[in-house]
């Protein structure tokens, strides 16, 4: 035998007894790198992505002026909005206290002339259905 060929033997018997002993710890510790590795350029990623937005937004301040002119347009129209139904919402309840107080002076008529509310409560709901 050759000493390349004893060599190659060392090397073969070597590789084979460390694989066969420490085989699957060889294959996790591969596999928990890949996974790390992943994890970090990420990270790695976002984290370049975020300082180019943040270069990006300090060479163009005018885009940052404007997303905050639109955010403040935005907010004033929601409150219009807001303020609307507020108006709408006191509105009816005006409209549900005078027809409440337009009901209790009927109904303190009736007693003066000395008839039953009951009775005429039913007049108008006559009077407002058709035939």
């Known amino acids: 035998p050759t000493l390349e060929t004893e060599g190659l033997r060392f090397l073969h018997v070597t590789v084979g007894s460390l694989l066969a002993t420490y085989g699957w710890y060889i294959v996790f510790s591969c596999i928990l790198l890949y996974v790390v590795f992943q994890k970090l350029s990420t990270r790695l990623r976002a984290l370049r992505q975020r300082?180019?937005?943040?270069?990006?937004?300090?060479?163009?301040?005018?885009?940052?002026?404007?997303?905050?002119?639109?955010?403040?347009?935005?907010?004033?129209?929601?409150?219009e909005e807001l303020n609307a139904q507020?108006?709408?919402?006191?509105?009816?309840?005006?409209?549900?206290?005078?027809?409440k107080r337009r009901q209790k002076i009927e109904m303190w008529d009736s007693m003066q002339e000395g008839k039953s509310y009951k009775g005429n409560t039913r007049k108008p709901q006559e009077e407002d259905s058709p035939g």
């Open 51 to 79: 300082h180019l937005d943040q270069a990006a937004a300090a060479l163009e301040p005018d885009i940052v002026v404007k997303r905050q002119e639109a955010l403040a347009a935005a907010r004033l129209k929601m409150q």
């Open 86 to 99: 507020v108006e709408k919402h006191k509105e009816k309840l005006r409209q549900l206290e005078e027809e």
